[in-house]
């Protein structure tokens, strides 16, 4: 199993590198997309309840435009263009936003909550639920049955995922120690919440620049969290799409036929 796991991901390396190569157009544009995140925080933050759910249609909307973006890149083997990306504007909004109003719902029940309750349930929706950005532009499903069907495949490819991910998040909190920022649980959240059901890919470059104010050190982490978010998204969905698309037994039967 472990030489099926480590093949697997290595063949999952493979087609992210072509993918990355066939998808150049997608790294200028979550530049703009975070740069438009962050300032549409600065405006529409201040405004109570009213600016928050303008920032989250606008959050929601740039996440589905991105995935759907990721769709052409990990489903096709075309090069995108710029009119692909335009294309791909408005796409996977609804889906997006059904999974994100039902944590909408669930951030409402814990409001009151405790923090380390809020806490544990932001770590706990993370693990489970995490190929849910996947499963929204590979999948079928929506809203409460998006969720089910993520828990599904969690647990029967837990192992190989939560590795991939633990290990792309242990590297990152890794990299805040060596900072001196891990103390902050600020930051914390932030990488938990980076890769997964929260959508926090777009947001975190901002989150740490306002964590950590305007300096250099700050700029330094949210310049790597760019570098490494168009790579780690395109990763996860060429793992998704090889992991549903066969079982741990196929896997190891075609490493031993190897």
């Known amino acids: ?15 992210t590198l072509r993918s990355f190569r066939n998808s150049l157009w997608s790294v200028p544009w979550l530049l703009f997309a975070m740069l438009l995140t962050a300032a549409a925080g600065m405006i529409f933050g201040p405004m109570g309840m009213a600016g928050g759910f303008i920032l989250g249609a606008i959050h929601i909307g740039l996440v589905g435009w991105y995935l759907a973006q990721l769709r052409h890149a990990v489903t096709l083997r075309r090069a995108m263009t710029f009119d692909d990306v335009q294309g791909t504007a408005g796409a996977l909004f609804w889906e997006t936003m059904s999974v994100a109003f039902v944590f909408f719902l669930a951030q409402l029940f814990l409001f009151m909550a405790p923090a380390t309750i809020q806490a544990v349930a932001v770590l706990g929706a993370s693990l489970l639920f995490n190929p849910v950005p996947e499963m929204i532009y590979q999948g079928r499903s ?14 029967h490819n837990g192992p190989e995922w939560l590795l991939m991910h633990l290990g792309f998040t242990g590297a990152l909190v890794a990299g805040m120690v060596a900072l001196g920022l891990a103390a902050d649980p600020a930051l914390i959240i932030t990488m938990l919440q980076l890769f997964g059901p929260f959508f926090g890919f777009l947001q975190a470059p901002a989150g740490v620049v306002m964590s950590l104010g305007l300096s250099p050190l700050g700029f330094v982490v949210a310049a790597v969290l760019f570098a490494l978010t168009h790579v780690v998204m395109l990763f996860r969905g060429h793992l998704y799409k090889r992991l549903a698309g066969s079982s741990r037994r196929s896997r190891a039967w075609q490493q031993r036929m190897r």
């Open 1 to 15: 199993m472990i030489g099926a796991t480590l093949t697997l991901f290595r063949d999952a390396g493979t087609d």
């Open 142 to 155: 929506q809203s409460v049955e998006l969720l089910q069907d993520a828990a599904g495949f969690m647990q």
